[in-house]
């Protein structure tokens, strides 16, 4: 596609319910970003993938919070037992650059915005 | 650990008028230098970077930022504001010598007044 697409664009989830966010990068990226947004605030990093391998997931918040790219492509980020404090935009973003040369150029996708109740 | 600073929650600046939006950071090494500007009911874009060399960059819709690196800075500027200027800008930093991952700061309002 022309950009990077996010599914659901928005979730209602009941506290303690499992969720799935979906993420399909640009074709051909390489680099894979998930970042959390609450309230008035910035993009918090989560986790980042170069194709299939997770190279730095020291931003998931808890053990509830789960990322995968099993083929390099799309993602999915997984949280389980959803708690209010969950609610946030997940936002996801690509890049076309290799790790070690510059992830200068993000490309954001719209974002799943999660109310936990 | 690499760290993004926007002291500013809101700036206001009339239509026509310089603007500026600060940032500063900290980072133990070399700092890849970014910002991102967030329209309403539309994701990030990404505005200009700083890598190496001139330390004024130029980027996307007229904006511009100067690096100084002794001051820790990476102001975003433009000469002329304009109304459709207004969104939410988002100054990040990348420490190369560490990792690859990219970290935002709060973020500023920037407001235009016609």
């Known amino acids: 596609g022309a950009g990077v697409s996010q599914s659901p664009r928005y979730k209602v989830a009941k506290r303690g319910q499992d969720v799935a966010l979906r993420c399909d990068p640009i074709?051909?990226?390489?680099?894979l970003f998930w970042y959390q947004q609450a309230l008035g605030q910035g993009p918090e990093f989560l986790t980042y993938f170069q194709n299939e391998a997770q190279l730095d997931k020291s931003g998931l918040p808890s053990d509830r919070f789960f990322a995968e790219r099993p083929e390099g492509s799309v993602s999915t980020l997984k949280i389980q037992r959803t708690q209010q404090e969950d609610s946030a935009v997940y936002l996801c973003?690509?890049?076309?650059?290799?790790?070690?040369?510059?992830?200068?150029?993000?490309?954001f996708g719209s974002g799943t915005q999660l109310s936990v109740l | 650990a690499q760290s993004v600073a926007q002291p500013e929650d809101q700036v206001n600046v009339a239509e026509g008028n310089p603007l500026t939006v600060k940032c500063t950071y900290s980072?133990?090494?070399?700092?890849?230098l970014f910002w991102y500007v967030q329209y309403p009911n539309r994701g990030l874009q990404f505005l200009l970077k700083y890598i190496t060399g001139d330390n004024l960059v130029k980027g996307s819709y007229g904006f511009e930022a100067e690096f100084n690196k002794s001051q820790t800075s990476f102001h975003l500027k433009k000469p002329s504001a304009l109304v459709s200027d207004s969104a939410l800008y988002f100054c990040a930093v990348r420490d190369w010598r560490r990792d690859d991952k990219i970290i935002f700061g709060k973020g500023t309002r920037l407001h235009i007044l016609p």
């Open positions: 980072v133990s090494g070399n700092p890849y």
């Open positions: 973003a690509s890049s076309l650059a290799r790790g070690g040369a510059t992830n200068e150029k993000l490309f």
């Open positions: 074709s051909g990226h390489v680099s």
